[in-house]
């Protein structure tokens, strides 16, 4: 089932269509913010706008979507990236800047998604590392495919390793070395 994206218009044969304006934004995120001041998502803002300057779009403050402590792989809501799809969807942005493709998903259903919009000729993905996704290509779409599984796949990974890691403390009887304090265990000191 194909969406009608709002710049799209019926026009008349022979017609060429005409490419809308580039609306572009970022999009950044960080898994978990361990209380540097979110260095990393300016991290990526920074070279986002650095490789849309390139491109001659400036984009401004309200069009920069920031998700902080928010996983891509994992069913977990991303409010700012929701917003975005959403801005995409309505025709307000049609132009995404990303530090790498990873950012903006890890989940092959939502890669599938932005080549749906893609090939609507609703958004396009350009990574500030240079790459500019043609998400119409099929080239490039296995590109991206590959890279969204492999991102995939390293999450689920590191889900296995922490798990075991914290098996194999509990096992020890250590407690956790950061975050919330496990039920029955006090402060040390306390």
């Known amino acids: 089932m194909h969406r009608l ?7 008349t044969r022979g017609q060429e269509p005409q490419k809308p304006t580039p609306v572009a934004a970022i999009y950044t995120r960080i898994s978990l913010d361990l209380g540097f001041d979110e260095l990393a998502v300016e991290r990526q803002e920074t070279e986002c706008r650095r490789r849309a300057g390139q491109d001659g779009i400036e984009i401004p403050p309200d069009r920069v979507y920031v998700d902080i402590s928010k996983s891509a792989y994992k069913k977990v809501k991303r409010p700012a990236y929701e917003r975005l799809l959403a801005d995409v969807y309505a025709g307000e942005v ?3 800047y990303v530090w790498d493709l990873d950012r903006l998903t ?3 259903v939502q890669m599938n998604e932005w080549i749906e919009l ?3 000729g609703a958004c396009f993905v ?8 043609d998400l119409t290509k099929p ?3 296995l590109t991206a495919r590959i890279r969204t599984d492999v991102a995939e796949n390293e999450s689920r990974h590191k889900g296995e390793r922490h798990a075991a890691a914290a098996r194999q ?9 950061c975050g919330k304090r496990t039920f029955g265990y006090v402060k040390e000191g306390g």
Request: no cysteine; charged share 30%; proline share 8%.
């Open 118 to 120: 893609a090939d609507a």
């Open 106 to 108: 890890r989940q092959p």
């Open 139 to 141: 080239g490039q779409i």
């Open 126 to 133: 350009v990574e500030a590392h240079g790459l500019e996704l």
């Open 94 to 96: 049609n132009r995404v």
């Open 169 to 177: 403390r509990a096992e020890k009887g250590y407690v956790r070395p």
């Open 5 to 11: 994206y709002p710049h799209q218009t019926n026009r």
